[in-house]
């Protein structure tokens, strides 16, 4: 089954703070994780941010799954994630 991506307003806002490289790397991994997430994905044990998060180098994608849909939440590297 083929999933798709939605971006929240805070997400697209930390994805244009990112750097060309950072987002073009995101951007093709996030692609090839459409078509099975959980196979990717890591539950979070605390909830307030998201249910799941995806690991990208330094980066992390925190998002929730809403029937075929990827809900990208937060985007940030995973020194400051955590923090906000």
């Known amino acids: 089954m083929k999933y798709r991506l939605v971006y929240t307003h805070?997400?697209?806002?930390?994805?244009?703070?990112?750097?060309?490289k950072v987002k073009?790397?995101?951007?093709?991994?996030?692609l090839r994780y459409e078509s099975d997430p959980?196979?990717?994905?890591?539950?979070?044990?605390?909830s307030e941010l998201g249910s799941y998060r995806f690991r990208?180098?330094?980066?992390?994608?925190?998002f929730d799954l809403e029937g075929v849909q990827i809900v990208v939440l937060r985007v940030g590297h995973r020194r400051e994630i955590y923090k906000r």
């Open 10 to 20: 805070r997400a697209i806002r930390d994805i244009d703070a990112l750097e060309l």
């Open 38 to 46: 959980l196979k990717y994905a890591e539950p979070l044990k605390q």
């Open 56 to 62: 990208i180098g330094d980066y992390r994608v925190i």
């Open 24 to 30: 073009q790397r995101i951007g093709k991994t996030l």
